[in-house]
């Protein structure tokens, strides 16, 4: 995905967002973010969502854009492994509150798997804070290779750079309680199969899943401080990519933090979790994934809110190196 794209996607959520009768947008949000590993993102893994539902009559809208580096090699037993490569991202979100205490979502994602060009800036970040990485010196910088092979059969070799529509999902979600302190919600999603599988634009399935979520504000007068929880359980289809592999179900969860810094600015901190997508010895796709983030929100207007995050793989090779996140969201408006 070119940056020009990115530009113009989020100068168009920009000049949305300043039209029409509209709303004071929350700093307090989740970061809109899941894990990007390569042979994750094309399930229907969900965005970290709060329990502050969209007002009936109102639509809210974000658009993200995010860089992850990805680098993975393993072998163990038959099976082996190489992720190595970047994924563009860019997210168009839509909510529409079409009842008292009920909303509707959408998201659009468009997805580029790249070369790229950050190998030798990981590489000094992960130097300068003594992370670990991996053999990376040993393989060529900014290649696309995502390859996994089980005994003699190759059964993914992805090399081919592009840029296309991933698969498009729809969210309904409903108002359990909300008072000025706390609030809960419950949402359910479909997945449709409308990414090029063979591109890891999309898994050919189509997943549902269901989640239940809770933002606390208790501790917001006297300290600043929003809290939001949410964790569901995510069903997969009968996907194309390591079709016998891949598990039935997925727990997933997500808990953030965030610290009022005056009115126009949080800091957040955020640790998105999952169960593995695959049964696997490799512990890149076999085993449960820890990511954390941490950035903020800035308020440009009343109305627009720019988000901001850097995601590091806490349960290493899980999820990518890092995953740079920018956003804008928009506030109610009808």
């Given at each position: 995905m070119q940056i020009d794209t990115v530009v113009k996607t989020?100068?168009?959520?920009?000049?949305?967002a300043v039209s029409g009768t509209s709303y004071g947008a929350s700093l307090d949000q989740p970061f809109l973010s899941a894990n990007r590993n390569p042979l994750v993102q094309i399930h229907g893994l969900p965005d970290a969502q709060s329990a502050k539902l969209t007002r009936s009559g109102y639509w809210q809208g974000a658009i993200t854009a995010e860089v992850s580096n990805t680098f993975a090699a393993e072998s163990r037993g038959d099976e082996a492994i190489i992720l190595d490569g970047e994924t563009y991202r860019s997210n168009l979100n839509w909510k529409y509150g079409v009842a008292q205490g009920w909303e509707l979502g959408l998201t659009v994602p468009v997805i580029s798997h790249q070369g790229g060009g950050v190998d030798g800036f990981i590489e000094d970040w992960h130097d300068a804070f003594g992370f670990p990485d991996g053999d990376r010196v040993d393989y060529p910088k900014d290649q696309l290779r995502y390859v996994?092979?089980?005994?003699?059969?190759?059964?993914?070799?992805?090399?081919?750079?592009?840029?296309?529509?991933?698969?498009?999902?729809?969210?309904?979600a409903y108002q359990l309680a909300k008072s000025a302190r706390r609030s809960w919600a419950?949402?359910?999603?479909?997945?449709?199969?409308?990414?090029?599988?063979?591109?890891?634009?999309?898994?050919?399935?189509?997943?549902?899943?269901i989640s239940l979520h809770l933002t606390d504000r208790t501790l917001k007068d006297d300290y600043g401080i929003n809290f939001h929880l949410?964790?569901?359980?995510?069903?997969?289809?009968?996907?194309?990519?390591?079709?016998?592999?891949?598990?039935d179900q997925v727990w997933f969860g997500s808990t953030t933090?965030?610290?009022?810094?005056?009115?126009?600015?949080?800091?957040?901190?955020q640790l998105d979790f999952h169960s593995a997508f695959y049964d696997?010895?490799?512990?890149?796709?076999?085993?449960s994934?820890?990511?954390?983030?941490?950035?903020?929100?800035?308020?440009?207007?009343?109305?627009?809110?720019?988000?901001?995050?850097?995601?590091?793989?806490i349960v290493v090779e899980t999820a990518p190196d890092?995953?740079?996140?920018?956003?804008?969201?928009?506030?109610e408006w009808r």
């Open positions: 989020l100068a168009m959520a920009s000049t949305i996994y092979q089980n005994g003699e059969k190759v059964l993914l070799d992805m090399q081919d750079n592009g840029e296309g529509l991933g698969d498009v999902s729809l969210a309904v419950v949402r359910a999603g479909y997945k449709f199969a409308t990414g090029d599988v063979d591109k890891l634009r999309g898994s050919d399935a189509a997943d549902s899943y949410s964790g569901g359980l995510l069903n997969l289809g009968d996907g194309e990519v390591l079709a016998q592999q891949q598990e933090v965030s610290w009022d810094f005056g009115d126009n600015f949080t800091v957040k901190t696997s010895a490799l512990k890149q796709i076999g085993k994934s820890v990511q954390w983030l941490l950035g903020g929100s800035y308020k440009i207007t009343e109305k627009l809110i720019f988000d901001f995050s850097l995601s590091e793989d890092v995953v740079f996140m920018f956003g804008l969201r928009m506030g």
